[in-house]
C-alpha cells in the first residue's frame, strides 16, 4: 500500500465518488479508479459498495478508513515536525488580544529582541476564536488569551497575567475625582469599546448585564489609539486594564467597584513539535510571569 494510494482511497471516503475525488485531488478518474481496485486485490476485500455511481464504505472499508486516516495524519504531522526542525529561523507567529495587544506585547516581549537578536517573531492580533484557529491550523505557534474554558484538548495553557478593570476618562470629566466607581454610575456615560466579539467586551457587557444596565457603548471595533482619542477629545469612557491604562498621557483610571478581573494564559500546541527558538520564547513568558507573580 502507497501513500499515494492511501490519499486516493480517503479521498473517495470523504467524497463519496471517484468523480469528485479526482476534482479534489486534481487527478484524471481512472488513476484512482486503478488505485483503489490495486487495494481491493492486494488484499482480497471489497472496500466500497457501489450503488448509482455513490461509493459507501463496505465493514472492511470501514476499517481500512479509520486506520488509513490515522496513517495520513501521522505522516501530515512528521512531515510538519521535519520543516520545523530544519527551518529554525522562520518567524515565530505570535498572536495577541485585540484589546489588549499593545500591552500584552510590550510587557512581555519588549525584553526578548534584546536577549536574542537572532530570534524573529511576529505578532499578530486576534479574538480568542481567531486564535484558536491559526494554533490548530498551525499559522501560528503560540497565543496569549484570556478565553480558555472550553479550549481543544490538544492545546496546553500555561496562566502569565492576573489584573482587573478600571473605569478610564479624560482628566477634565467630572468623574475624574472620584477614587471608585460603580457600574450603576455609568448608565448613561458614552462608552466606546474594542471589537464586539473580543472576549473582553463580552465579559464587560455580562458584568453590565448582571446589574441591569445597558451600557451606553457608541462605538466598537475602535484602535486603542482612537479610543484614546474618543476619551480625550469627546468625553466619552472605556475600560482596560490597570496596566494598560496606566500607560496612556492623560487618561485616568478608576478602580470598579464591583472588581472585574481577568486573567491571561499562554497558549501553544501541546501535539506539536516545537522547535529551539519557540521553546526559548514560550520559557521566556512563563519566567517574566513567574517573576511578575514573586513580585506581586
Known amino acids: ?12 471516503c470523504e467524497h463519496g465518488s471517484i468523480s469528485k475525488a479526482a476534482d479534489v485531488l486534481h487527478v484524471s478518474r481512472p488513476s484512482i479508479s486503478i488505485a483503489i481496485k490495486e487495494l481491493e486485490s492486494q ?16 465493514h472492511e472499508g470501514q476499517f481500512m478508513y479509520d486506520n488509513v486516516k490515522q496513517i495520513l495524519q501521522q505522516i501530515n504531522a512528521l512531515d510538519v515536525q521535519m520543516n520545523e526542525m530544519g527551518n529554525k529561523n522562520r518567524e515565530i507567529q505570535i498572536m495577541i488580544p485585540i484589546s489588549t495587544g499593545l500591552f500584552m506585547s510590550s510587557f512581555f516581549l519588549s525584553g526578548f529582541r534584546k536577549e536574542h537578536p ?34 481543544p484538548a ?42 464586539e466579539n473580543s472576549y473582553v467586551v463580552k465579559m464587560l457587557k455580562k458584568s453590565f448585564y448582571e446589574y441591569k444596565i445597558v451600557p451606553n457603548i457608541v462605538m466598537h471595533g475602535v484602535s486603542l489609539n482612537l479610543i484614546q482619542k ?48 519557540v521553546q526559548t520564547l514560550i520559557h521566556y513568558i512563563l519566567d517574566k ?5 514573586n513580585i506581586r
Not at 459498495?49 to 459507501?56: A, D, H, L, V, Y
Not at 479574538?127 to 505557534?141: E, G, P, R, V
Not at 472588581?259 to 491571561?264: A, C, E, L, P
Request: glycine share 2%; hydrophobic share 40%.
Open 1 to 12: 500500500m502507497t501513500i499515494t494510494q492511501m490519499q486516493y482511497f480517503v479521498a473517495v
Open 43 to 58: 488484499y482480497g476485500v471489497t472496500l466500497f459498495n457501489r450503488e448509482n455511481k455513490r461509493f459507501t464504505l463496505t
Open 118 to 151: 537572532d530570534i524573529k517573531f511576529s505578532v499578530r492580533q486576534h479574538n480568542s476564536a481567531q486564535a484558536i484557529k491559526t494554533l490548530d491550523d498551525n499559522s501560528s505557534d503560540m497565543a496569549i488569551m484570556a478565553a480558555v474554558e472550553s479550549l
Open 154 to 195: 490538544n492545546l496546553e495553557k500555561r496562566e502569565i497575567f492576573t489584573s482587573e478593570f478600571v473605569f478610564c476618562t479624560s482628566e477634565k470629566s467630572p468623574l475624574a475625582k472620584k477614587k471608585s466607581i460603580s457600574l450603576q454610575d455609568l448608565d448613561n456615560v458614552p462608552i466606546v469599546l474594542s471589537e
Open 230 to 277: 474618543m476619551i480625550l477629545e469627546s468625553g466619552a469612557g472605556s475600560f482596560m486594564i490597570r496596566e494598560q491604562s496606566q500607560q496612556l498621557p492623560g487618561i485616568v483610571s478608576i478602580p470598579l467597584d464591583e472588581h472585574i478581573s481577568i486573567t491571561f494564559y499562554l497558549v501553544w500546541r501541546k501535539d506539536k513539535y516545537l522547535n529551539k527558538n
Open 289 to 293: 510571569a513567574e517573576t511578575i507573580t
